[in-house]
């Protein structure tokens, strides 16, 4: 069991966020999910989506938070995310906003997955976001959008 007694930052933080990056074109982030209702919690066990047992102990001064990151190595990092994962539904009205609208995913390195003709964005960042980087995509309705709160379609 892996025992972790600090928060290191965001995973938004410059710094921090081009490492993350890098080691997730690798695959080594390792998620911790945390439950809404743990997140004032200071101490707690649970386990990654990888598999490892994690035991927090952090400070006082230190809280919980969607992006957190626990632990940055060489070869990998653990980021804690917050309750179910939501995920965007992105519809595209024509092969040519298809064609487009993968390539704003790729460029943007989404997380996603196919479903049923749609693609499915993870969100990990407010939506608004997502939105404003397919700007024309959404704006003209060539993209038809919707949030999930998990990736089943």
Known sequence: MRMIQQILGSRLDTGLADR????EHHGAVDILRVDGTDM????????????????LALPRDQALFDGAVL?????????????????????PSSPADALELGYHAG??????????GALLVALEGPVESYLVRLGALVEDGRV??????????
């Open 40 to 55: 004032a919690r200071r101490r707690l066990r649970a386990v990654t989506t990888g598999g490892e047992e994690i035991a």
């Open 71 to 91: 632990l940055l190595e060489a070869d990998r990092a653990i980021v804690v995310r917050v309750g179910a994962e939501r995920w965007l539904r992105l519809e």
């Open 107 to 116: 460029n943007l390195h989404w997380r996603v997955r196919f479903v049923d």
């Open 144 to 153: 038809r959008h919707a949030i999930l709160d998990s990736g089943r379609g």
């Open 20 to 23: 993350l990056h890098h080691l």
